[in-house]
């Protein structure tokens, strides 16, 4: 059976390549975690509220729904953020995402989240790559998510931007 992950972002140059890459990449650190995604599992993307360098603006948010399309797997060529390497990955297919800075705000939800059991120090969690769901918080997430999601292909493009621009 297809678990659930919340595939957490930090870094707005990062976003915008999965997004419009519709892939996600892990470094090396995190291979055990990358690991524990499954073809076929269900992703929830969610941006961290510094993930565009404005944290008093952005709060943290679920941002898209997709399935992983390939199994993890070292990559031919590691992607690179900034100084950062990212050797192992996998395809993403998206089902709905948010438009840009929008979605589901996670805090609202943490109190009636089990993965949570310290609603005071939920963010703790949240300091990795990614976090298997329980079935009744993926339920929840889903449930709470789908009346902000659009089609893929109508917002994806608003989360691509330049290094200039960003």
Known sequence: MPSTHLLIIGDRAALSWVVTEQRMAFPAGRAKAARALEEGDEIFLYTTWGCFRNPTRDLGRVIGRAVVASAVRVLDEPVLFGDRSFPEGCRLEF???????????????????????????????????????PPGDADLVRTELESLLRPYRDVAGGYRWEPASA
């Open 95 to 133: 089902s709905g995402l948010a438009p840009l800075r929008e979605g589901l705000v996670l805090r609202d939800l943490v109190p009636r989240l089990s993965i949570f059991p310290d609603p005071a120090t939920w963010s703790v969690r949240m300091r990795r790559a990614s976090l298997t769901l």
